[in-house]
């Protein structure tokens, strides 16, 4: 019985945190793209665009869900909802953080924990393509159809190499769970080099960063939804609330990718440097940041700024306060720090994601295929096999 | 809960299997072929597979499945028309014939095998660690021959598929 | 039945014997040949549900190892005749097996 009131509650903030961080991870990428752009991105709904996402989804809510004639009905109404169950699955076996004790309760800072985490991921994001496929097939639309057959033979293609990238780290940990891998990435070189999976398998990360680009349908490889050349390509003819439930699985997709390359290349929720000097890194740079904010505040360039940039100032030196004084409560210590680097990293990555897409054009799509075959996969080939051959000349 | 889960997933199992030969359309098919794989790996898990539980659904419902719903949308199948006529008394006979007979095979199943122990989850592990170790001692090489049999395969298929047959 | 109670074995064999002969009966009525395909991929996948049973039934991985070559054959196998089902639709322009009939008297 306890056992299932800590996992409800746990379900209920995982739920909670993943959808809101949906819905502001939309506005990030709008004002990013944006300020690249040397604009200013969402402005008036709510101070700095916050209230966007909000307005976006009532505007998604509200509007009118037409269903074409002559479609597949069961297969147009079960399209959107198979991609967003399963993108919203994945989270299920992401682990934030240690194991923490609070009270009576001894839990760790994730949903579950299988031994085969990592092949549960892979296995949900191959089913994933189906929601793709079928969204194009079921919307009796040409444009809709070669966009939905593009995306899912590119996201097949680059499962492979993403694969292949994957089993690398895998081979120095010796292990399927996400627990353990983050566990033997612990410690440190030569006492502040952190033994994240990243320095020896540096290929590896690149081949993954670069598969989950395609397998998210991001730019560089988002062709089969491009706008100008198919016509938004197998979500063309969905509106409302399945359109909204594609975007939510695109955005969901994007957060699972990096969480897991966050657990199994960068190590996890571990410090780049050992403990009682990475404690104060949070403090620093929310202090850091509430400063910024105060001093553009004082003179501010636009008006609504004399009252958001302070406001903004004091909720990053009350996050910079809360920081500190977490050090003094050995719970909220690890809770806190451990959120932060994870969410760090994370948002990191998420950022990276961002920038591509705000740089770089996009790929044809027969360049994406053949570079998918003859580029990526024998390079994670190569780093599987130079990873195998090291840890079967060095152990024992 | 074990008994739950098996009646759960096994009614889903042979429900999707009667739909699959069914229905008409081809896709409708192949939806319900990916519930019986995705049905048979909670099955699989049960019975302590879980390797081999992932592999199905990566490899068979993610991959094999995609290929057919590829080739049934790029061929643009329909749906079959019937052109033998059978009355609706045939078709309802064959209907109570083929359950008869799945009765009878489960009953001679039910008699002829040892009282076995149940399945309780969790009395047996298939991990990743003991299938490695085997397949590469014991079964290395047929392991090694059926990569061979991709590799036939993969060319075979290329040349087929090619344009200027 | 109480609902906590292990299930017995012959219920697994029981159900691979029904998913088997309901993939007989596709393979021997359907005409498409596409979902004559698919109910050989459901015979193979109530054959791997046996291999794991028994393979529970001894404590061994062996019936798993059997299970995921059978997989492996199943994938190959699914490739190479989708391509031929492919080039045959290619020149016959016909999915149904009825009408491949050229070489009949």
Known sequence: MNFFIVSLIKVAVVAFVLLTTLAYLQWIERKVIAHVQLRVGPYRVGPHGLLQPLADVVKLITKEGLMPSHVNRLFYLLAPFVAVALALTSIAVIPFGPEIKIGPVDTWMQLTDLRIGILFVLAVSSIGVYGVALGGWASNNKYSLLGGLRSSAQMISYELPMALAVVAPLLLANTLSFREMVNYQSGYWLGFIPRWNLFPEIFGFIVFMIASFAETNRVPFDLPEAENELVAGFHTEYSSMSFAAFFMAEYANMVTVTCVATLLFLGGWQPPFPAPYSDFVPILVFAAAGLVALYHGLNPARRMDRFTLPATALLFLGIAAIFGLSLFVPVAKEILMALFWFCGKVLFLLFVFIWVRATLPRFRYDQLMRFAWTGLFPLAMLNLLGTGLVVALTTK | MTALIFIIFAAIAVFCGINLVVQTHPIASALSLIGVMGSLAVLYLQLGGEFIAAAQVIVYAGAIMVLFVFVIMLLNAGAEASTFQVSRFVKYLGAILLAAFLGLISLIIQSTLPRTEGVTFGAFQGTAVDIGRKLFTTYLWPFEVTSVLILIAIVGAIVLARKEI | ?105
């Open chain 3, 1 to 105: 039945m109480p609902l906590n109670a292990a299930v017995p074995l012959s219920w697994y064999l029981i159900l691979s014997a029904i998913l088997f002969a309901l993939g007989v009966a596709g393979f021997i009525f359907r005409r498409n040949i596409i979902t004559v395909f698919m109910s050989i991929e459901l015979m193979l996948n109530a054959v791997n549900l046996t291999f794991v049973t028994f393979s529970y039934q001894f404590k061994q991985v062996d019936g798993h190892i059997y299970s995921f070559f059978v997989m492996v054959v199943a994938a190959a196998e699914a490739a190479v005749g989708l391509a031929i089902i492919l080039t045959v639709f290619k020149n016959r322009s016909t999915l149904m097996i009825d009408e491949v009939n050229s070489m009949k008297y």
